[in-house]
């Protein structure tokens, strides 16, 4: 099956408070997709995000990120005051978070709905509980103890918590009971909320694309209740920690920092706890993208400490050991290979054993070989996802603006088509993506906009300035699902056994838009004001 998909993290969506969540505009968005003919919603990790505000450093590999709990569904609930939200400072930019506005200020709303929430029947919230007791007690523990320590990492607690003294967390239970409880409502309402959308966009036809991060962060629950998963030495600090070594884009290469697995446990446990986590996201996700494929084949070791990833080395992963045991005993998971980076033969076949679909970039093609892998005409087979671009390159508009004369010449030989403005420039080389025989096509939203260095996500190997743009209500509108949707019927991708919408003649551009009535529906909300009041005063 031919499909396509757009690339927007949650925290993008639009909304009332800040960052994006799981709030009315998630299931407008949801609207557009299916308007536009779209099959799948790519989104970036869900999980808790540490510091720093990256989705692939998270406090739990489980655990759901506080930020996108809707605000409005708390007020619905009679939870929180609509008064109470709007005093709230929690941004001021619609364009981008500020996250530091949403740690200082979404926290003590969120206290306060839980205050609340405990006065209300709870037998929902005791079932959840339940369900998730192999992962929840200690997540909920872990985030209480470390506010008790005034948010510092756990390998920095005395050894009576670092180490898990079993009296010492007895204890912990017992004092910090009502923080505990805190933490586990807050996932509650966060996995109820992402549950209603991702069955509202199932019953449109939408799938959801989930990344999954190879690694944890040193600074998780994971690390600090399974330490026996991870290279430490007896005083729990890592031997070495994850990264990539240096290439074109780094000389100093990447230090990521996270702890590494040890393989060989893992292996006698079956690969237990990723197949738990496999079947966790098999509940948030209907298709998973395995972030960093190459590290099942080796993984990048750097000695702990060092100050960047120069004096790493190449070490065996699992390989198709795990591949098999996730096949084995996960049902129903699709999963794509995040298979960039410096890829090696050994990596290649362990793509193609395994007969995951891995990813080809339009904007690493063209650099005059007419052998590079990622230009359409290479792709050998069907069984891969072309994107324009990533959450960590360029966007397209701006790889079009920065490149060289020499590679837009390329580019336009290579595709036969004029253009006269970069804007033109970007819709053929989406055209070409779209018509190439992978069978999944994936474009960042940016791209459709022609945003340029003010909308990427993400500079890697650089803190602060990431994960903060924003959508704005009006850049999303009827004529550009026209556009999409034209694009995606030309290139055979519209999804099967669905009433296709009639598409406006031409193929306008976004630049032609007018402002679209799916963000200015004026529904009236429960305390009398408009959707179209609320979207202005946000």
């Known amino acids: 099956m031919r499909a396509s998909g757009i690339l927007l993290p949650v925290s993008s969506l639009p909304s009332r408070y800040g960052i994006g969540g799981f709030t009315k505009e998630a299931y407008d968005w949801i609207d557009f997709l299916k308007k536009s003919g779209q099959t799948f919603w790519q989104i970036l990790p869900l999980g808790h995000t540490s510091y720093g505000d990256s989705p692939y450093q998270s406090f739990s590999t489980v655990a759901g990120n506080p930020y996108f709990v809707s605000l409005d569904d708390l007020i619905e609930q009679g939870l929180l005051t609509r008064e109470e939200c709007d005093a709230a400072e929690l941004g001021s930019n619609p364009s981008y978070v500020d996250y530091g506005k949403q740690f200082e200020n979404r926290y003590p709303l969120l206290r306060k709905a839980y205050a609340n929430d405990k006065r209300n029947d709870q037998t929902a919230f005791e079932a959840f509980l339940k369900k998730e007791e192999s992962w929840l007690p200690d997540y909920a523990l872990f985030m209480a103890v470390k506010d008790l320590h005034e948010k510092k990492a756990w390998y920095e607690w005395e050894d009576s918590y670092k180490k898990r003294d079993p009296e010492t967390l007895e204890a912990a239970r017992k004092v910090l009971a009502d923080d505990i409880s805190f933490h586990e409502h807050v996932q509650f309402w966060f996995m109820t909320q992402w549950v209603k959308l991702k069955d509202y966009a199932q019953e449109q036809g939408i799938r959801i694309i989930g990344d999954l991060p190879i690694y944890v962060a040193i600074d998780s629950a994971d690390a600090w209740v399974h330490p026996q998963l991870f290279q430490f030495d007896e005083d729990l600090n890592p031997k070495s920690v994850a990264g990539v070594p240096p290439d074109a884009f780094s000389e100093d290469g990447q230090l990521w920092g996270n702890p590494l697995y040890d393989w060989d446990y893992h292996k006698k446990t079956g690969y237990a706890w990723w197949i738990n986590r496999i079947r966790h996201a098999a509940v948030l996700y209907d298709v998973i993208r395995f972030d960093h494929f190459r590290g099942l084949d080796e993984y990048f070791a750097v000695p702990y400490g060092k100050k960047t990833a120069r004096k790493g080395k190449w070490m065996p992963g699992p390989g198709m050991d795990l591949i098999c045991a996730i096949r084995e005993n996960v049902d129903g998971i699709e999963i794509i290979a995040e298979d960039l980076g410096v890829i090696t033969d050994s990596v290649r076949d362990l793509l193609n054993e395994s007969g995951l679909p891995g990813m080809k970039v339009l904007e690493f093609a063209f650099d005059d070989d007419s052998e590079n892998a990622f230009l359409p005409h290479n792709y050998e087979n069907p069984n891969c996802v072309v ?116 598409a406006s003649e031409g193929t306008a551009g976004p630049d032609d838009l007018s402002k679209s009535e799916l963000w200015e529906d004026s529904a009236e909300t429960d305390n009398g004001e408009t959707t179209e009041q609320i979207k202005t005063e946000s």
């Open 387 to 502: 994107y324009t671009g990533t959450h960590d390159n360029e966007t397209l508009f701006q790889f079009v603006c920065n490149t060289s004369d020499k590679t837009r010449d390329h580019i336009k030989n290579y595709m036969n088509r004029y253009w006269d403005t970069y804007e033109q420039l970007c819709d053929n080389l989406i055209r070409l993506a779209m018509m190439s025989i992978a069978k999944y096509c994936i474009i960042p939203m940016q791209d459709y906009l022609h945003l340029g260095e003010e909308a990427r996500i993400n500079f890697p190997s650089t803190l602060g300035g990431n994960w903060e743009w924003r959508l704005l209500p009006e850049q999303v509108n009827d004529g550009l699902s026209d556009f999409i949707n034209n694009i995606t019927q030309v290139s055979g991708r519209f999804p099967e056994k669905t009433e296709k919408p009639e």
